[in-house]
């Protein structure tokens, strides 16, 4: 059974940088696709962040491009999730998701995913 936790989250001031981090259990987490979403209150589901099982492999929603940074470290078995220049519009919760798979692919849909975490919140004080 694949368990995701998350950690890193918390209140930080607009401008400011915060570093997500998701550990992942009970398989092995190379043979991961790894993602991150979001959900703000009132507002569905989104995506923020994949990386394939080398890492080799990334995609991002524009809206983060050049600010977020998502890398992983298979001998950690954790994903993280670097947040430069935050603005107050990306508070949310902050989901880690993972999916098995057997190519070196990304996935930006969430229901390419199987497994999520408990979620983490993210607070961009203006």
């Known amino acids: 059974q694949v368990q995701l936790v998350e950690s890193g989250g918390g209140l930080v001031q607009t401008g400011g940088s915060l570093r997500l981090s998701c550990a992942l259990s009970g398989r092995p987490f190379s043979n991961y696709r790894m993602g991150w979403f979001r959900q703000a209150p009132g507002k569905e589901r989104e995506f923020v962040a994949t990386?394939?099982?080398?890492?080799?492999?990334?995609n991002y929603t524009d809206s983060v491009k050049g600010r977020f940074t998502i890398s992983r470290d298979n001998a950690k078995n954790t994903i993280y999730l670097q947040m430069n220049s935050l603005k107050p519009e990306v508070s949310a919760a902050y989901y880690c998701?993972?999916?098995?798979?057997?190519?070196?692919?990304?996935?930006?849909?969430?229901?390419?995913?199987?497994?999520w975490g408990q979620g983490t919140q993210i607070t961009v004080s203006s």
């Open positions: 990386i394939s099982r080398s890492g080799d492999n990334t």
């Open positions: 998701t993972a999916q098995f798979t057997g190519t070196n692919s990304v996935a930006l849909k969430d229901k390419e995913y199987r497994y």
